[in-house]
């Protein structure tokens, strides 16, 4: 894993969707080109509200704006396509995987003069769009269906700690990219892209060093693409760091009926 690369992504000087955007590039060696259809976006929402002065009305006409007049409503799936992950052919085809969709709606709002924020909702990725200093509108990316006040109590609720103390923080960069990389990586290996699948194992292990859960994945990867002796070292230590998870004593079974010295080793 190349540091420079990595400073760059987390770079305080760039945006969110510019850091995806570098994501992106290094998993597909290829540069995104998507800046004139989303400044054609966000041209729409300027003019959608341009006389419209009150900050909650201008934050509820913008969400409109997007998800009827610009196509951004969608429904939610299990697994996202490739489509939906890369940015360009996300906003060509209004096909955007959740944390891809809160960004370039983040980018898209803020382009507007106003302020967004992406912040997690148990369980859920969400943006918040700040109205003033006592309001603002939290909704869900794919459909754009906002929860009230009840709502976030509730979710809030069942985390640890004392509820009135809560305070819904924005989701630092570090963890956006977390979530974007599993949702990326999920998608390539559904896809059958084990290659790709592994460039985003490497970003999450730059971020996460040594998460078992990653070590394991990037130990399938590295076996679907026939690199066996260091997918057994992964597996081994997945193996050794979650002994009780079921996948942890499936595998050791497996790999103890294993002898790397018969394998072919590349």
Known sequence: ???????????????????????????????PRFEQMLNDVVEACREAIADI???????????????????FLDNERNVWPVISQKISSAVE????APVLKAAIIQSIVNACDMEAEIVFVPEQVMVRIIC?????????????ESINWQQLDARLGDLEGDPSQEFLAPMEVNSILVEYLTSLKNSLIK?????????????????????????R?????????????????????????????????LLKLQLDKITIADTVLH
């Open 1 to 31: 894993m190349n540091d420079l690369l990595m400073s760059e992504i987390k770079s305080e000087q760039r945006n969110l969707l510019s850091s995806l955007a570098l994501v992106e590039e290094y998993v597909f060696s290829e540069r």
């Open 53 to 71: 002065e009150e900050p909650m009305d201008r934050a509820e006409c913008l969400i409109n704006e997007l998800y009827v007049s610009q196509l």
């Open 93 to 96: 085809y209004k096909l955007m």
């Open 132 to 144: 003033d200093d006592i309001y603002s509108i939290i909704f869900e990316p794919v459909s754009g």
């Open 191 to 215: 896809d059958v892209q084990f290659d790709k699948a592994l460039k985003c194992v490497d970003l999450l292990l730059a971020l996460r060093p040594d998460d078992p859960f990653e070590r």
């Open 217 to 249: 994945d990037r130990g399938f990867l590295l076996h679907q693409l026939d690199c066996f002796k260091v997918a057994y070292d992964d597996y081994q230590f997945f193996v050794k760091e979650c002994p009780q998870d079921p996948a942890a004593q």
